[in-house]
């Protein structure tokens, strides 16, 4: 009994500590942003500006809750939530800790592959129910960019089960014991960086919503909490990401010295501030390239990694 | 006891939901409902202890082709497509078809033998069985559909290609 009420403890803990590191993910970039570009950020309200997040919030649950006449109602409603509930089902299988993880699954990366694939659905939806041109253009170059950087984000991970011999997230993070797999995965390592980045629309690879060509893009028509929602899933998302990075090519919560927990968080600390980096000081590609990138580059390198990988492990018998 | 339950749930849902992706008018109305129907089947094989099914079922369907159909069903004009008829010509005998199929369909659950009652939990297999499998006893027919994806791949690719001659 006192162990399945850990077990409900545990997944609120996880519940509530994401949802408070999206909101502080926001100030924390906007702050981050304004120093890489000699500027202040919000600095007034609260020590550090800190309780930005918290003025934030409460203009946005006040705004009001405006559904454009011209949409298709059920499905812009579902849309803001579809993002925030896939990235947060992700990380039922992320173990944070020895003993601090939801569920335990064999096929936990699969299952994270299985709904990071869905989190498209949001974007695509919101682009087509807003029934606005610039909307719908958002949507349609979000599902053509996710799909085609799905294609080798999946692929680029294979190398890691391959050495790990499992789909499963502890697994893999033992077998790390010896030595993090960014040794032998490097290209792995920086295919899934740039396929996470694509999957989260995060610049360079926020072509959805360019706001100098398409006004926002896919969530142009959303207002008040929905727009919040897509706000928050984002940050989500690249929390998700970076914890994945930590987890599958950085051994996760293994490190010296430190409790696990406390290394899982700097690691995932690190690459969260190597995606607001990559924000700060990347310009946008254009469409064909974007594109042409991820096909004619990208998946190539993510196959033959895979075949090196192969080759070695067959080599070391 | 459980078991039987949730199967039910299931099946039920994969049914409506299969019906409702056929008779909405909206086409991504219908897209929607057949996530709706992907998402239960996948359930059905976590049901029967086949995870890998169930996540590759959403990787594959789900999270691939259906937003494909969603990608090219967003280029229709839905107006269009709500005001338009529901049946042409050929109705009698897409029917007379559809019969058919029901009636062997019938006869199936009738007269076959299942080696499972719905709800029953199959014993559980991993992905290196699953493997080992593939690549022995199913080697055979693993090659051909893998040549005939691999031929839909580049026959699509030909289609597309523009001639700069």
């Known amino acids: ?317 | 006891m459980i078991n039987q339950i949730v199967f039910l749930y299931f099946a039920a849902v994969i049914v409506l939901s299969a019906v409702l992706t056929i008779t909405r008018r909206n086409p991504v109305h219908s897209v929607l409902f057949m996530l709706l129907l992907f998402f239960h089947i996948a359930g059905v094989f976590v049901l029967l202890n086949a995870e890998f099914l169930a996540a590759v079922q959403l990787i594959v369907y789900a999270g691939a082709i259906l937003i494909l159909y969603l990608f090219v069903v967003m280029l229709l004009n839905v107006d269009r497509e709500s005001k338009s008829d529901r049946a042409n010509r050929f109705w009698p005998w897409i029917v007379a078809f559809g019969l058919v199929i029901f009636a062997e369909i019938g006869l199936l659950v009738a007269r076959g033998s299942f080696p499972l009652e719905g709800g029953q939990i199959m014993n559980k297999t991993g992905i290196k069985e699953l493997g080992i499998d593939l690549y022995t006893k199913y080697l055979v027919p693993f090659e051909i559909a893998s040549v005939i994806l691999l031929v839909g791949l580049v026959g699509a690719v030909m289609l597309a290609k523009k001639k700069n001659d």
């Open chain 1, 1 to 317: 009994m006192s162990n399945s009420l850990t077990h409900i403890l545990v997944s609120f803990a996880v519940l509530f500590t994401l949802l408070a590191v999206g909101g502080m993910l926001i100030w924390l970039e906007r702050r981050l942003l304004a120093l890489w570009q000699d500027r202040y950020g919000p600095n007034r309200v609260g020590p550090f500006g800190l309780l930005q997040v918290v003025a934030d919030m409460i203009k946005v649950l006040f705004k009001e809750d405006w559904v454009p006449p011209f949409a298709n109602k059920p499905v812009f409603i579902m849309a803001p939530a579809i993002i925030v509930t896939v990235t947060l089902m992700s990380f039922a299988v992320v173990p944070f800790a020895p003993g601090i993880q939801v569920v335990e699954l064999n096929m936990g990366l699969l299952f994270f592959l299985a709904m990071s694939s869905l989190g498209v659905y949001s974007v695509v939806l919101a682009g087509w129910a807003s029934g606005s041109k610039y909307s719908i253009l958002g949507g349609l170059r979000s599902s053509a960019q996710m799909l085609s950087y799905e294609a080798f984000m999946g692929l680029s991970l294979m190398g890691v089960v391959m050495l790990a011999g499992s789909f499963d997230l502890n697994r893999i993070i033992e077998a790390q014991r010896d030595g993090w797999f960014i040794r032998y995965q490097f290209v792995g390592f920086m295919l899934f960086l740039i396929a996470g980045t694509a999957e989260t629309n995060r610049l360079p690879f926020d072509l959805p919503e360019a706001e100098s060509e398409l006004v926002a893009g896919f969530h142009s028509e959303y207002s008040g909490l929905k727009f919040g929602l897509f706000f928050v899933g984002e940050y989500l998302g690249i929390t998700l990401i970076s914890s994945l990075i930590t987890v599958l090519f950085f051994g996760g919560w293994l490190g010296p010295w430190l409790p696990p927990l406390v290394w899982f968080t700097l690691k995932t600390f690190f690459f969260i501030c190597l995606f607001i980096l990559l924000r700060a000081s990347l310009p946008r590609p254009r469409y064909d390239q974007l594109m042409s990138f991820g096909w004619k580059v990208c998946l190539p390198l993510a196959v033959g990694n895979l075949l090196l990988t192969g080759a070695w492990i067959l080599m070391k018998g």
